[in-house]
DNA sequence: GCCGTTTTCGGCCCGACTGTTTTCAGTCG
């Protein structure tokens, strides 16, 4: 019995509470309680009473207890054994919500998702009051999209989805200023739509212009304020929402789309004890209608501080510290990149070039080592042939250090893909598995260790192989990665490449050891990842001080002239 | 069901759009 097992439980409740039609206000009281347990640093074992956290109260915490000791709960058992198991499944239905929902049921006595869609085909809905054809049609198209698509995309994926919206939106006349909002903006893994808003002149112009494109497959919804699309890109449909926004509300309107909805809810009751209101077209004051030039401007009014949109999830972003955050500007060089040695696209002049316009103060040249014969990996001699030429550039440059440096393979045997010999002539040297990913917990372990164990590997890249959305990366326990990297001042890699953040948010949050977040550039372009390996530290709540590309020119030539085992901020 | 510096009852974030209805309920984000 774990947190995440009671939290379930009262997640599971408000759900069945809600297709039961219980008071909307009684369902969400639920829903707050499995909130507090998550929003909570604590593990099940160290909270001795529930009802001390705050939406917690005597009857949820009845239920908890009851749960906890017995492994049972008689208010789900109740529910249950009033609410068929089928009408679970048409909640997620879009368009049918408990209030529909149990009304087909009261009425027709369909409780299967298979039974819904034959009475809707013989009309045995739209002949119910209150519904009608085009809602029959509707709940058809809805079964469709449900039983075709994929509930959630994955960050990569949804990048693609957004180039094909903002490659139109370039085109349009008029259009001022737009971003992507919702959870995109906020650089979820997984995001279920596409959220957009727009300050454009005529939006009617622009409406047009978005429902006459290839991809569109349906208009989902259409009016003055709003435009929602189904589209179509390489065989997958998504979901996308525009708002269009006039005047000086657009701060506003970014906020508020920007999400999430549990930060939105605790922001508007920060607002309403000071007897104020937002909504996403300003702040209503007792002297009329406030608007914003900037979200930190919006922030400030509240005495918070800037909010960035990663963190902006569970509410209690608003309630502790975060001045000691890193944020983008903190990061002053990229430890992690490819060149043409390997299997990049660019020279290492190109990239020190790319790297300078990003004002970084230093980067290390990364390429595969030999046994990674797909990606061109360095013979020991290339190695020391790039390394000459890597010095000679350096030597050319006032305004930033390049260093030398591997992405070294850790072998199916746990060996090292080159000798301490050649790896001491190194300036810096990175460690990563690229192979035999189907080897047990046991195997991985012993092949990260004995990387973490080398003198001269500072960072282990990726570490646990995963794709988000493709494949889960290799067996990896976690708990022994942390503690041998503080054992042996080993740093762990946040990879900021969109496909992989890796090490996630989750596995980061509260843990004791020094990070790097890099890009793992294979082109000058991927330089820019690096704002999603960033947003990854901030929802994880990671400080400045324990990242260490965030060192200033100065302090990163002496962490690297010194034995790997002193300490960094010495 | 939870909560309280307008407190033990009466609120609980707020607005857009659709569809069915003829003034609004339901859903969504």
Same mark, same amino acid.
């Given at each position: 019995?774990?947190?995440?097992?009671?939290?379930?439980?009262?997640?599971?409740?408000?759900?069945?509470?809600?297709?039961?039609?219980?008071?909307?206000?009684?369902?969400?009281?639920?829903?707050?309680?499995?909130? =507090?347990?998550?929003?909570?640093?604590?593990?099940?074992?160290?909270?001795?009473?529930?009802?001390?956290?705050?939406?917690?109260?005597?009857?949820?915490?009845?239920?908890?207890?009851?749960?906890?000791?017995?492994?049972?709960?008689?208010? #789900? /058992?109740?529910?249950?054994?009033?609410?068929?198991?089928?009408?679970?499944?048409?909640?997620?239905?879009?368009?049918?919500?408990?209030?529909?929902?149990?009304?087909?049921?009261?009425?027709?006595?369909?409780?299967?998702?298979?039974?819904?869609?034959?009475?809707?085909?013989?009309?045995?809905?739209?002949?119910?009051?209150?519904?009608?054809?085009?809602?029959?049609?509707?709940?058809?198209?809805?079964?469709?999209?449900?039983?075709?698509?994929?509930?959630?995309?994955?960050?990569?994926?949804?990048?693609?989805?957004?180039?094909?919206?903002?490659?139109?939106?370039?085109?349009?006349?008029?259009?001022?200023?737009?971003?992507?909002?919702?959870?995109?903006?906020?650089?979820?893994?997984?995001?279920?739509?596409?959220?957009?808003?727009?300050?454009?002149?005529?939006?009617?112009?622009?409406?047009?212009?978005?429902?006459?494109?290839?991809?569109?497959?349906?208009?989902?919804?259409?009016?003055?304020?709003?435009?929602?699309?189904?589209?179509?890109?390489?065989?997958?449909?998504?979901?996308?929402?525009?708002?269009?926004?006039?005047?000086?509300?657009?701060?506003?309107?970014?906020?508020?789309?920007?999400?999430?909805?549990?930060?939105?809810?605790?922001?508007?009751?920060?607002?309403?004890?000071?007897?104020?209101?937002?909504?996403?077209?300003?702040?209503?004051?007792?002297?009329?209608?406030?608007?914003?030039?900037?979200?930190?401007?919006?922030?400030?009014?509240?005495?918070?501080?800037?909010?960035?949109?990663?963190?902006?999830?569970?509410?209690?972003?608003?309630?502790?510290?975060?001045?000691?955050?890193?944020?983008?500007?903190?990061?002053?060089?990229?430890?992690?990149?490819?060149?043409?040695?390997?299997?990049?696209?660019?020279?290492?002049?190109?990239?020190?070039?790319?790297?300078?316009?990003?004002?970084?103060?230093?980067?290390?040249?990364?390429?595969?080592? /030999?046994?990674?014969?797909?990606?061109?990996?360095?013979?020991?001699?290339?190695?020391?042939?790039?390394?000459?030429?890597?010095?000679?550039?350096?030597?050319?440059?006032?305004?930033?250090?390049?260093?030398?440096?591997?992405?070294?393979?850790?072998?199916?045997?746990?060996?090292?893909?080159?000798?301490?010999?050649? #790896?001491?002539?190194?300036?810096?040297?990175? =460690?990563?598995?690229?192979?035999?990913?189907?080897?047990?917990?046991?195997?991985?372990?012993?092949?990260?260790?004995?990387?973490?164990?080398?003198?001269?590997?500072?960072?282990?890249?990726?570490?646990?192989?995963? #794709?988000?959305?493709?494949?889960?990366?290799?067996?990896?326990?976690?708990?022994?990665?942390?503690?041998?990297?503080?054992?042996?001042?080993?740093?762990?890699?946040?990879?900021?490449?969109?496909?992989?953040?890796?090490?996630?948010?989750? =596995?980061? =949050?509260?843990?004791?050891?020094?990070?790097?977040?890099?890009?793992?550039?294979?082109?000058?372009?991927?330089?820019?990842?690096?704002?999603?390996?960033?947003?990854?530290?901030? /929802?994880?709540?990671?400080?400045?001080?324990?990242?260490?590309?965030?060192?200033?020119?100065?302090?990163?030539?002496?962490?690297?002239?010194?034995? /790997?085992?002193?300490?960094?901020?010495?």
């Amino acid at each position: 019995m774990t947190k995440k097992d009671v939290i379930r439980l009262l997640e599971k409740i408000a759900v069945y509470m809600e297709l039961n039609l219980e008071n909307p206000f009684k369902v969400s009281a639920y829903r707050k309680a499995a909130a =507090a347990l998550e929003t909570d640093g604590r593990t099940l074992d160290e909270i001795s009473d529930f009802s001390e956290l705050k939406g917690i109260g005597k009857g949820t915490n009845d239920v908890i207890t009851e749960f906890v000791q017995t492994g049972k709960s008689s208010v #789900l /058992k109740d529910l249950t054994d009033k609410v068929p198991p089928g009408l679970i499944r048409m909640l997620k239905l879009p368009t049918l919500g408990p209030k529909k929902i149990a009304k087909i049921h009261d009425a027709l006595g369909i409780d299967t998702l298979e039974g819904l869609k034959a009475a809707c085909e013989n009309n045995e809905v739209s002949a119910l009051s209150g519904f009608g054809k085009k809602t029959e049609e509707n709940i058809l198209k809805s079964i469709e999209t449900v039983l075709n698509r994929p509930e959630r995309y994955p960050i990569n994926r949804i990048l693609k989805f957004k180039q094909v919206i903002t490659d139109v939106i370039d085109t349009i006349p008029g259009v001022e200023r737009y971003d992507m909002t919702g959870s995109g903006r906020r650089t979820k893994e997984t995001s279920r739509d596409l959220d957009f808003i727009v300050k454009v002149e005529d939006y009617q112009l622009f409406t047009q212009t978005m429902i006459e494109q290839n991809f569109v497959t349906e208009i989902v919804s259409q009016g003055d304020k709003k435009l929602s699309l189904e589209i179509e890109h390489d065989f997958d449909k998504i979901n996308v929402d525009f708002r269009f926004v006039n005047g000086d509300e657009y701060i506003s309107t970014l906020q508020h789309f920007t999400g999430s909805k549990e930060h939105n809810v605790k922001m508007r009751q920060i607002a309403k004890s000071r007897g104020e209101k937002i909504s996403e077209y300003g702040v209503e004051t007792p002297d009329g209608l406030k608007t914003f030039q900037s979200e930190e401007e919006f922030y400030h009014y509240f005495d918070l501080p800037y909010i960035p949109p990663a963190m902006r999830e569970t509410g209690k972003e608003t309630d502790i510290d975060i001045s000691e955050i890193v944020s983008l500007s903190d990061i002053k060089g990229d430890l992690h990149m490819h060149t043409v040695y390997s299997d990049g696209a660019n020279s290492i002049r190109e990239m020190v070039e790319a790297a300078r316009e990003k004002n970084y103060s230093y980067i290390v040249i990364t390429d595969h080592s /030999k046994s990674l014969r797909v990606a061109n990996g360095l013979s020991d001699e290339r190695l020391l042939e790039q390394l000459e030429e890597i010095r000679a550039i350096d030597q050319e440059y006032d305004d930033i250090d390049v260093y030398s440096g591997t992405e070294m393979d850790i072998l199916a045997d746990g060996t090292l893909d080159y000798s301490d010999e050649i #790896l001491s002539q190194l300036d810096y040297v990175i =460690a990563a598995i690229h192979s035999s990913f189907q080897q047990s917990e046991e195997d991985i372990m012993h092949r990260l260790k004995t990387a973490m164990d080398n003198p001269y590997v500072r960072h282990i890249a990726h570490p646990t192989g995963r #794709l988000i959305g493709v494949r889960d990366g290799y067996p990896v326990n976690m708990e022994e990665l942390f503690d041998y990297a503080e054992k042996t001042n080993t740093i762990l890699e946040i990879n900021a490449n969109p496909q992989r953040l890796d090490l996630s948010s989750d =596995a980061i =949050a509260n843990q004791n050891v020094m990070f790097t977040v890099n890009t793992d550039a294979h082109h000058t372009d991927h330089l820019d990842f690096m704002h999603y390996g960033v947003s990854t530290l901030q /929802k994880g709540f990671v400080k400045t001080s324990q990242v260490l590309n965030t060192l200033s020119r100065e302090e990163f030539k002496a962490y690297i002239n010194k034995d /790997k085992q002193s300490d960094i901020n010495e």
